[in-house]
């Protein structure tokens, strides 16, 4: 496997994975719409220790729906949201696909909060849709 590398819009943050993503997929929750100003996020999950991070990355915790705090970390030069973590699984990072530096390994499984997308939204249907977050 070839590590996967990305960073922010500035170039101060990067990282290198050298691990497969344990899930990939799209959250169409209201938190994610909001953090990335778009329709849903893209994610990559990880084992935390399969991310090597080179810079500062500030951070903002927010709860979930589920209840617990989840991290929301970027540049504190050009605000790129980069990665959030999670209190309720500290051993996971969830890696945002735009900041890869090639996106196009990015191969979503799943849309997750799919009862909060879009009405205008039109994706393929090809990935395994759930209302809320899975178990």
């Not at 050298?18 to 209201?30: I, K, N, Q, T």
């Not at 994610?32 to 100003?37: A, L, N, P, S, V």
């Not at 903002?60 to 949201?81: L, T």
Request: charged share 20%; glycine share 12%.
């Amino acid at each position: 496997m070839q590590a996967m590398t990305g960073g922010c819009l500035c170039g101060r943050v990067r990282y290198t994975i050298d691990a497969e993503p344990v899930r990939s997929g799209l959250c169409h929750c209201r938190c994610c719409q909001r953090y990335t100003g778009s329709a849903f996020e893209p994610f990559m999950i990880f084992p935390r220790e399969a991310a090597r991070l080179e810079g500062t990355l500030n951070s903002f915790g927010v709860r979930s729906e589920r209840g617990g705090i989840v991290y929301r970390q970027f540049c504190p030069n050009c605000g790129s949201g980069v990665m959030n973590t999670s209190e309720a699984e500290p051993g996971i990072a969830i890696i945002l696909t735009g900041t890869l530096d090639d996106p196009a390994r990015f191969n979503p499984s799943i849309e997750v909060f799919f009862s909060r997308a879009q009405a205008w939204l039109q994706l393929d249907g090809q990935r395994q849709r759930f209302p809320g977050m899975p178990a």
